[in-house]
């Protein structure tokens, strides 16, 4: 009954979704009024997608084999959390999770944005509509998650181990919903191309929902690189796997779009290229579904290969994105002039941040599809790797770091104060970095060395804007960017600082002998079985210590049951200064064990700058979201405080 | 903006399709072909991997032209072309196998188990005829000539449609 009240709850939303459509285009022809029954279907159809995923959560949750989907990635031996967890961790699953997003997305749609020219609402709405149409589509015919098996099995064939991770708990979620999330920028970006209105209130409109998506993007990125770094068991944070790059590109995407939407809403202008990349933004959203669901690119995160759902989602993808191009062509003729702004300006400022963001994300977009162009048309195999990657995003990054120091500091439409002076601190800073740098590490690479300086340049700069101000009247908004940009800084400094200054050893040891790495002694002291709910394991104790007291780490090397797989889980032993992190292998013929072993200088910034970034947007958004409320209410509190002079 | 310019994501989004279609039609081959077709193993020998059964020498004139078979008792996908290769054994083709990384009683197991298509069995316990052939994994086909020569190679369980294929190329090999 679960199942088949699920798949009911589905077809009703996808039903739906058609008639939000009609209802959309009835109303901009002007047949009738389409604007309260809009929102009311957009809403209810957020509900019955909902109730269609917790019905398939709930089946999950019981091992209900019957249902295909369970038996085929469940078992009832599997802890709690991972039978839930699993409702995701397959194709039909995390397609519905999608879907799922969407329409809740479209229901956030028609309850918010208040402010917003009501024709371009019901316009994007429509759109929104659209799209989860073809998603529902897809589902329905070609990936139902609540097909049947009859007879059911006796026991399910289990999830895959990489995947039995408090990590996958909320990596997928955290990624689609900021990948989806950015549906709504398409869809009010298309909305806004019909009705030609592409004015400051639709930047109002569109700027929390990419804050939203992107803060989400932000953590899901920050998670699954620590999530590769420590399940793998391979010691590194970024591989540029294609599925890694179907991540980044969007994120980058929407780090532009957050940056020109912002333009449009205050003054105005880049209107065209602001809406360009709305739609690039959940287009490459739907680029990197259909990469990892195809299974076309050849990555360790290849889990369903299936070309008949490849061809599926590609005819969705060619349908949205194209036709959302051709309306752009179409379009963009008419619309008005963008308030005008000199070269020196936040204008400009923000326009170079979206210049580099857009060619940095060019660069991963032709190094992930290129081995694919030169094997059509050549026949040759290649395949383009982290060298590409580095040597091309890495200075156009730092270039990107060091301008994200000045641009907050320009005014709006034209800059006549000399604002070089303002950086003479934090170039001093990274000079005298740089000079201690060559000092005291003379043998490390360009791109590290020039990391670490502009790191510290960027993590004086970055505070800058929120001086000479009172800070209780500076807007919550203004906090949050110093704090994203002073993150970006601590990220840089983990990274410059991993590849500059990791120490790694391999070697093959008997218990009792002990290993140098860095500053660290590490003692093979025994090894032993060990037990899981639903894997046994060898485990290895290392003693660890580094002058003053001793730590005992236990990495272990897995063997999972159902279904039959061996995973590495490495031990991390945190300091404030770096991580040690340590993996055991095989044993050879003479009892010797490999031993993999890192010490990682400052390796954690990396994702503490992750996090810094999420929160600065976090910042930001509870500051916009307060600001909006307190102008929303017809009277009270907030109007005799704004005429006070505080606001 | 000029039309052209407003084009450029329409034309740019074309060729990704175009690429991604192709790549949907022409799925990537994964497979490892042995640089050793063409190769003389004449000289490669494994050892009788059951008591009483004879084992493999590559160069044996009055046992080649022949297949030869990879497989394992530990290989799932083995046990479904254990029919084929009994089909192609009707068919007067000569059927040997080497048993990768195997041990005696399991062998024994599962040939009674699934059936036994071999006249000889030669056992490989470290891999190294594996590499000799350039195989990277089992179950893989071979076909050898009168000489010795690696003339053909078939990665991955044989299909039904697979028998006809190589019954031809052993009768071509036998002229």
Redesign the interface.
């Given at each position: 009954m679960i199942a088949e009240a699920g798949l009911a709850a589905l077809w009703l939303a996808a039903a739906l979704s058609l008639l939000q459509i009609l209802l959309s285009v009835g109303h901009l022809r002007a047949w009738f009024d389409g604007d309260r029954p809009i929102r009311s279907v957009a809403i209810v159809q957020g509900a019955l997608t909902l109730i269609a995923f917790a019905m398939l959560v709930l089946a999950f949750a019981r091992t209900d084999l019957s249902v295909a989907l369970v038996a085929a990635n469940s078992h009832s031996a599997k802890p709690m959390m991972y039978k839930l967890a699993g409702t995701w961790g397959n194709h039909e699953g995390s397609m519905l999770l999608w879907v799922t997003v969407l329409a809740l997305a479209g229901a956030g749609l028609a309850i918010g944005s208040r402010r917003l020219g009501r024709a371009t609402l019901i316009a994007a709405l429509g759109a929104q509509g659209a799209l989860a149409l073809g998603f529902y589509a897809f589902l329905l015919l070609a990936s139902n998650p609540f097909a049947r098996l009859d007879p059911a099995p006796l026991e399910g064939r289990g999830l895959n181990p990489l995947l039995q991770d408090p990590g996958l708990a909320f990596h997928p979620p955290t990624l689609y919903l900021g990948y989806v999330g950015l549906s709504v920028a398409f869809s009010l970006a298309v909305g806004a191309l019909i009705t030609g209105d592409v004015d400051r209130a639709l930047g109002r409109a569109m700027r929390p929902w990419v804050l939203g998506a992107w803060i989400l993007l932000t953590l899901g990125i920050t998670a699954g690189s620590y999530w590769a770094y420590y399940e793998l068991g391979w010691g590194g944070w970024w591989f540029w796997d294609p599925v890694e790059n179907a991540s980044l590109m969007p994120w980058l995407a929407a780090t532009a779009l957050l940056h020109s939407v912002n333009v449009l809403a205050t003054r105005g202008a880049l209107r065209?290229w602001t809406m360009?990349l709305g739609m690039?933004a959940f287009s490459m959203s739907m680029?990197g579904t259909?990469l990892v669901r195809?299974g076309?690119l050849?990555s360790v995160h290849s889990f369903a290969v299936d070309?008949s759902r490849?061809?599926f989602l590609?005819a969705l993808?060619?349908l949205y994105?194209?036709a959302a191009?051709?309306l752009?062509?179409l379009r963009?003729?008419r619309l008005k002039e963008g308030a005008p702004f000199e070269l020196v300006s936040r204008e400009s400022g923000l326009v170079a941040n979206n210049l580099l963001l857009t060619v940095i994300l060019g660069t991963v977009f032709v190094g992930t599809?290129y081995p694919?162009?030169v094997e059509?048309l050549s026949g040759d195999k290649l395949s383009v790797g982290p060298p590409y990657f580095n040597a091309v995003a890495g200075p156009l990054a730092l270039i990107l770091a060091t301008l994200i120091a000045v641009g907050p500091l320009l005014s709006w439409r034209r800059e006549r104060r000399a604002v070089l002076g303002k950086l003479t601190i934090p170039a001093l800073i990274a000079a005298t970095v740089l000079a201690i740098s060559l000092f005291a590490a003379p043998q490390i690479g360009l791109l590290p060395r020039l990391g670490l300086t502009v790191a510290a340049w960027l993590a004086v700069a970055s505070w800058l804007p929120l001086t000479r101000r009172n800070p209780l009247r500076t807007p919550l908004s203004t906090w949050g960017m110093a704090l994203a940009h002073f993150g970006v800084a601590v990220s840089l400094a983990g990274m410059a600082s991993d590849s500059a200054f990791t120490r790694e050893k391999l070697a093959a040891v008997r218990p009792g002998e002990t290993l140098r790495v860095g500053p660290w002694l590490v003692k093979l002291k025994d090894l032993a079985p060990a037990v899981g709910p639903n894997w046994t394991a060898i485990e290895a104790e290392l003693r660890a210590s580094r002058g003053g007291g001793v730590v005992v780490l236990k990495p272990q090397t897995r063997y999972f049951t159902d279904p039959p797989t061996e995973t590495n889980e490495a031990a991390i032993v945190t300091t404030l200064s770096g991580q040690l992190y340590t993996v055991v292998g095989k044993p050879d013929a003479e009892g010797r064990w490999q031993l993999r072993l890192w010490w990682k200088p400052f390796v954690t910034l990396i994702w503490l700058g992750g996090v810094l970034i999420a929160l600065g947007g976090v910042l930001a958004l509870v500051g916009r979201a307060w600001r909006t409320w307190r102008k929303e209410r017809p009277s009270g509190g907030g109007q005799s405080w704004r005429r006070k002079g505080y606001a | 903006m000029s039309r052209w310019l407003r084009l450029t994501p329409m034309v740019l989004l074309a060729l990704v399709v175009a690429a991604l279609v192709w790549r949907l039609a022409h799925p990537e081959d994964t497979h490892v072909p042995s640089k050793m077709i063409g190769k003389n193993l004449a000289e490669v020998r494994a050892p009788a991997a059951l008591p009483g059964r004879a084992g493999v020498w590559v160069g044996d004139p009055v046992a080649n032209p022949r297949v030869i078979n990879f497989f394992a008792s530990w290989c799932v996908p083995c046990i479904t072309e254990v029919p084929l290769l009994q089909r192609l054994k009707q068919q007067g083709v000569g059927v040997d196998g080497i048993a990768v990384r195997d041990r005696p009683a399991d062998l024994a197991a599962f040939l009674r188990a699934n059936g036994d298509p071999y006249r000889a069995i030669g056992a490989d316990p470290q891999s190294s005829v594996q590499m000799d052939f350039g195989s990277s994994g089992v179950p893989e086909t071979y076909l050898v000539d009168r000489s010795g020569i690696v003339r053909y190679q078939h990665i991955g369980p044989l299909e039904p449609e697979d028998v006809a294929i190589i019954r031809d190329k052993w009768q071509a090999l036998r002229k």
């Open positions: 065209a360009m690039i680029v259909f195809s076309i050849t070309p490849g061809t590609l993808l060619g994105v194209g191009f051709a752009f062509a963009t003729g599809l694919l162009f059509a | -």
